[in-house]
């Protein structure tokens, strides 16, 4: 549980740094830039523990597949909410077979 919280706040803070500064197009790109990387740094800050937590409960790809289940979550409140762009159907189509290939990956064959 400790990894899905971590990598959960991870994609918080990468959310906001890859996406935040789209609200504010008219600031100068360098300091868009900056203000990113300090974001991402954060990011990173949860993200490398999350992966060495989960890493041996969960293998590589395990991992992978974990962390963009939680990115398109995450991604679909921001936009709501931050954003304020709708959530269409063929994004949650789109997202839903995203989803199927969770199956693919932790179905022990």
Same mark, same amino acid.
């Given at each position: 549980m400790?990894?899905? !919280? /971590? #990598?959960?706040v991870? &994609? =918080?803070?990468?959310? @906001?740094a890859w996406?935040?500064?789209?609200k504010?197009?008219?600031? $100068?790109l360098?300091?868009? !830039?900056? !203000?990113?990387?300090?974001?991402? @740094?954060?990011e990173?800050?949860?993200?490398? $523990?999350?992966?060495?937590?989960?890493?041996?409960?969960?293998?590589?790809?395990? #991992?992978?597949?974990?962390?963009?289940?939680?990115? +398109?979550v995450?991604?679909?409140?921001?936009s709501i909410f931050? +954003?304020k762009?709708? /959530?269409?159907? &063929?994004?949650i189509?789109g997202?839903f077979?995203? +989803?199927?290939? =969770?199956?693919?990956?932790f179905?022990?064959?």
């Open positions: 400790k990894t899905i !919280i /971590l #990598l959960t991870s &994609n =918080v803070f990468m959310t @906001f996406y935040g500064h789209l504010y197009r008219g600031s $100068p360098f300091k868009v !830039i900056l !203000i990113s990387w300090f974001i991402a @740094f954060v990173y800050c949860f993200q490398v $523990p999350a992966n060495r937590i989960g890493y041996g409960q969960y293998t590589g790809a395990q #991992l992978k597949t974990i962390q963009e289940v939680i990115t +398109l995450v991604f679909c409140v921001f931050y +954003l762009e709708d /959530l269409r159907w &063929n994004y189509v997202f077979f995203i +989803l199927a290939a =969770v199956f693919f990956v179905k022990k064959w």
